[in-house]
């Protein structure tokens, strides 16, 4: 789980990695036989029993400095990746951090271009609310709304849902499941692990070669194993 790839000392949110340690991390990577791929790509392959070799990569919030420095990496190192945009605020910024530098965030025309880049693109929902303290109409424009608006900005209605914050409770995953997403990111979704809350790794600009060892090897001890038919 990426968020910003930018150089910049002020980062009270640990989301931004700068670009040379996402390049060291990539290749962390490939030394061990691993290629970064999106996540619908990942589950296909999963459900094919080919998902050997292959790792999950997202970049929350659709930060514009994706197209700048994270996509001339990834092709770089023949990695592919889930972008997951806010389509209620293209051109904007990241109003919803209080601290804090603001980031500009893709707007239309960079979304189209990531996806003609052969990148995925999610819905992060509309404007970054957290779905789990929102009301019932909230709630449908973050997942209803927002997945329709990316269809008619790519062509193409999105796979897969965000949760921002990574805040998700039952009701925030019936409603993902009734907008028409085949799946969904949290963070650490505990029990309600699944096809519609699928845990994922922080990673930040702290982690070295042997911290990402460690996260790889501590996941399937703090996060529950997904079921055998994600």
């Given at each position: 789980?990426?968020?910003?790839?930018?150089?910049?000392?002020?980062?009270?949110?640990?989301i931004?990695?700068?670009?040379?340690?996402?390049?060291?991390?990539?290749?962390?990577?490939?030394?061990?036989?691993?290629?970064?791929?999106?996540?619908?790509?990942?589950?296909?392959?999963?459900?094919?029993?080919?998902?050997?070799?292959?790792?999950?990569?997202?970049?929350?919030?659709?930060?514009?400095?994706?197209?700048?420095?994270?996509?001339?990496?990834?092709r770089?190192?023949?990695?592919?990746?889930?972008?997951?945009?806010?389509?209620?605020?293209?051109?904007?910024?990241?109003?919803?951090?209080?601290?804090?530098?603001?980031?500009p965030?893709?707007?239309?025309?960079?979304?189209?271009?990531?996806?003609a880049?052969?990148?995925?693109?999610?819905?992060?929902?509309?404007?970054?609310?957290?779905?789990?303290?929102?009301g019932?109409?909230?709630?449908?424009?973050?997942?209803?709304?927002?997945?329709?608006?990316?269809h008619?900005?790519?062509g193409?209605?999105?796979?897969?849902?965000?949760?921002?914050?990574?805040?998700?409770?039952?009701?925030?995953?019936?409603?993902v499941?009734?907008?028409?997403?085949?799946?969904?990111?949290?963070?650490?979704?505990?029990?309600?692990?699944?096809?519609?809350?699928?845990?994922?790794?922080?990673?930040?600009?702290?982690?070295?070669?042997?911290r990402?060892?460690?996260?790889?090897?501590?996941?399937?001890?703090?996060?529950?194993?997904l079921?055998?038919?994600?």
């Open positions: 789980m990426y968020h910003s790839v930018d150089d910049g000392a002020e980062d009270p949110y640990d931004t990695v700068p670009p040379a340690r996402l390049e060291r991390q990539l290749a962390w990577l490939g030394r061990r036989g691993l290629t970064g791929v999106g996540v619908g790509e990942l589950l296909r392959a999963h459900a094919a029993g080919r998902s050997r070799g292959l790792v999950g990569l997202t970049f929350d919030d659709g930060y514009a400095d994706f197209t700048e420095h994270a996509l001339p990496l990834l770089r190192h023949a990695c592919t990746a889930t972008v997951f945009v806010l389509p209620g605020r293209l051109g904007g910024d990241n109003a919803w951090d209080a601290d804090g530098p603001r980031k965030l893709l707007d239309a025309d960079g979304i189209r271009a990531v996806a880049a052969g990148m995925e693109i999610g819905s992060h929902g509309l404007l970054h609310e957290r779905l789990t303290t929102v019932d109409a909230v709630l449908h424009e973050e997942t209803h709304r927002s997945r329709a608006l990316l008619d900005l790519t193409t209605p999105p796979a897969g849902f965000c949760y921002p914050y990574g805040a998700v409770d039952s009701r925030a995953v019936r409603a499941r009734a907008a028409g997403y085949a799946y969904a990111c949290a963070v650490d979704p505990g029990p309600l692990t699944g096809p519609h809350a699928l845990p994922r790794i922080h990673v930040g600009a702290r982690d070295t070669a042997l990402l060892r460690a996260k790889q090897l501590l996941h399937p001890l703090r996060r529950p194993a079921p055998e038919d994600v």
